[in-house]
């Protein structure tokens, strides 16, 4: 199989059959082999129906029903572990974003051998104070802290090879960084390609303000994780060794202070140095403990249900 669309959605029931239609047009003028895979993540409105509807008469056309809404992420998780084309595509739901361009991002990853494509939305269709500013600030903050040089992290529209998929794990609110989990997972030749943006045709956004304060905090977690990830000692165990030797210089300071050159002044509890002291030696130990505590929950296996699946169609 050439290509699998991977369509994470959350109440678009008005612009599926549009979409549907779309990229059939565009696979059979190309006459690629491929599968649709929408993942319904427990919406509300009447988009697994229509899914069903058009799996019912199409068997391209596979389907994965949460139970509830469990995020983005986890969908593209599902979808990435069902997906079997040789290159995945994923792309929203809303028809924002142009199925046309699927030949080309198919090519690249086929004939140039990128490992990724991700989709630029050069030229937006939003309001530039909601979307496009915070966006802007967004990418800058994340092409900063990762290694990663897109200019457009969060595009739905994105190309991967098979090998790619099947390798990240993508989780939390991580979709916006999946180049940066398959650069982390060593896949380095991760292209752009400027993609067509429509506005909105049909229902409203699901994304407030908030996705760029939780974006943000993301971030943070990717940044450590891809430096201190497999190894939480060398971060935990320095930041615990330097405030435990400042805190120990302190009481090294207060007590031959006290015994030698002092001993009838303060008190060493009416002293300031006597508290820096005790409170960098306790958060340097706590620093320690972190360490000691990530390595362990390094070792011991992590495995964890995140989603679960109500039905499926036209897969097993
Ligand atoms: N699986 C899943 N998909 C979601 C969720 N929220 C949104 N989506 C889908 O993600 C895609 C992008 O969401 P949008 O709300 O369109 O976000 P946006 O394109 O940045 O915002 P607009 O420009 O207002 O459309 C759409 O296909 C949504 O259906 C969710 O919680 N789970
Ligand atoms: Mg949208």
Known sequence: MNISVVIPLLNEDESLRELYDWIVSVMQSNSFSYEILFIDDGSTDNSWQVIHELSKTDPDVKGIRFLKNFGKSQALHAGFAAAKGDVVITMDADLQDNPEEIPELYHMITKENFDLISGWKKKRYDSVLSKNLPSKLFNWAARRTSSVKLHDFNCGLKAYSNAVVKHIDVYGEMHRYIPVLAKNAGFTKIGEKVVQHQARKYGKTKFGMNRFINGFLDLLTIWFISRFGRRPMHLFGALGVIMF?????????????????????????????????????IIGSQFFIAGFLGELILRSKRQQQRYFIKEDLNLS
Do not use: E, H
């Open 245 to 281: 030797i400042i805190g120990f210089g302190f009481a090294l300071y207060l007590g031959l202070d006290k015994l030698f050159f002092n001993p009838s002044g303060r008190l060493i509890t009416d002293r300031p140095q006597f508290y820096l002291s005790l409170s960098t030696m």
